[in-house]
């Protein structure tokens, strides 16, 4: 899309971005950044990053609700398993991130002077 304009649809990346479509690919770029700076945290075992990526994922929870609430009421069989997905995906990377000896792992190890 930075390339070529009007090669791919503008709402090619619109389940992805949540409305921010709008802003053009510029915000598609940014998104990807930042997405790539939380995997590289979280490849790192940086906790600041650990507690990024746990408020992402619950923000996305609570974003996919009234989809999957909508689906319901309006019995769309297909919209309602993806976004009842989107919801179980998040929630298991939610409860990975902030178990215990996963938070462990995520501490910094003691300095030795």
């Known amino acids: ?7 791919v649809s503008m709402s090619a990346g619109a389940p992805l971005l949540f409305g921010l479509e709008l802003a053009g690919p510029y915000m598609f770029l940014l ?3 930042v997405g790539g ?4 945290g979280l490849v790192e075992l940086n906790n ?23 689906a319901t009421v309006m019995v769309q069989p297909k ?3 993806f976004g009842g997905l989107g919801i179980i995906v998040r929630v298991m ?3 990975y991130l902030s ?10 190890p003691p300095r030795t002077t």
């Open 79 to 81: 919209a309602l398993a």
């Open 99 to 108: 178990r215990g000896e996963i938070a462990d792992q995520f501490k910094a």
């Open 31 to 33: 998104m990807a950044v």
């Open 37 to 40: 700076g939380v995997a590289w």
């Open 48 to 70: 600041i990053v650990r507690h990024a990526s746990l408020l992402i994922a619950i923000t996305g929870i609570v974003m996919l609700v009234p989809s999957v609430s909508a």
């Open 93 to 95: 990377v939610a409860w």
């Open 1 to 7: 899309m930075l390339v070529r304009p009007g090669t």
